[in-house]
């Protein structure tokens, strides 16, 4: 069982915008601005979409943004495009040097 | 362009110690404020972080990993390496080394293709 909690599956038609919920607690979300989100294509390795909650790296299109209330992390996802469709994972930093991962949520587009 | 290889035997016994090496190249791995990280995902399972270190040879563990993980850097050769003991069928695993930006970021920015490691007699 994941220390973070996100919904299995997401879905959403091209043009859409889409919303990944990651669920923690005020010991890891709610306690530090260290969300991070990656994007997992089949075979692939994961990739840096978000980092310190809603920055993006450089070449990460901003249809993809961060964002935090409380105990719960989202990544948007606006304007999907078919290459969107992928597995997302959420991390984040739970205090004493520990970095907790969530379950992953797949996305189909 | 910073690069990172893993690698090491794609097969090991149960009880067994495994050893990856993760190789760093187009970059130091002594460049300040970065950290080096391995992470696992085991087959169609999600990603578990296992350790970090930073050049100077600060460590952090999963506390869940802590008493099997050893994580070791060799600033000679621009490589980082885990050591996991008592290895078995739950460890087997995809093994990414990860390049982390930052002591506050806890965000994996680079990361190597992975290597395969399989747990089995």
């Known amino acids: 069982q994941s220390a973070l909690t996100q919904p299995p599956s997401a879905s959403g038609s091209p043009g859409q915008s889409v919303t990944i919920s990651c669920t923690g607690t005020?010991?890891?979300?709610?306690?530090?601005?260290?969300v991070s989100w990656y994007q997992q294509h089949p075979g692939k390795a994961p990739k840096l979409m978000i980092y310190?909650?809603?920055k993006r790296p450089s070449g990460v299109p901003d249809r993809f943004s961060g964002s935090k209330s409380g105990n719960t992390a989202s990544l948007t996802v606006s304007g999907l495009q078919p290459e969107d469709e992928a597995d997302y994972y959420c991390?984040?930093?739970?205090?004493?040097?520990?970095?907790?991962f969530g379950g992953g949520t797949k996305l189909t587009v | 362009q910073l690069q990172l290889q893993e690698s090491g035997p794609g097969l090991v016994k149960p009880s067994e110690t495994l050893s990856l090496t993760c190789a760093v190249s187009?970059?130091?791995?002594?460049?300040?404020?970065?950290?080096w990280g391995w992470i696992r995902q085991p087959p169609g399972k999600g990603l578990e972080w296992i350790a970090t270190?930073?050049?100077?040879?600060?460590?952090y563990y999963n506390p869940s990993l802590r008493n099997r993980v050893t994580i070791s850097v060799d600033t000679s050769k621009n490589q980082f390496s885990l050591k996991l003991t008592s290895m078995t069928a739950a460890d087997t695993a995809m093994y990414y080394c990860?390049?982390?930006?930052?002591?506050?970021?806890?965000?994996?920015?680079?990361w190597g293709q992975g290597t395969v490691v399989t747990v089995s007699s």
């Open positions: 990860a390049r982390q930006r930052g002591w506050g970021s806890w965000a994996f920015d680079i």
């Open positions: 005020n010991s890891d979300v709610g306690g530090y601005n260290s």
């Open positions: 187009g970059g130091s791995i002594t460049s300040d404020n970065y950290y």
């Open positions: 270190i930073y050049y100077s040879g600060s460590t």
């Open positions: 310190e909650v809603t």
């Open positions: 991390t984040s930093y739970a205090g004493k040097n520990n970095l907790v």
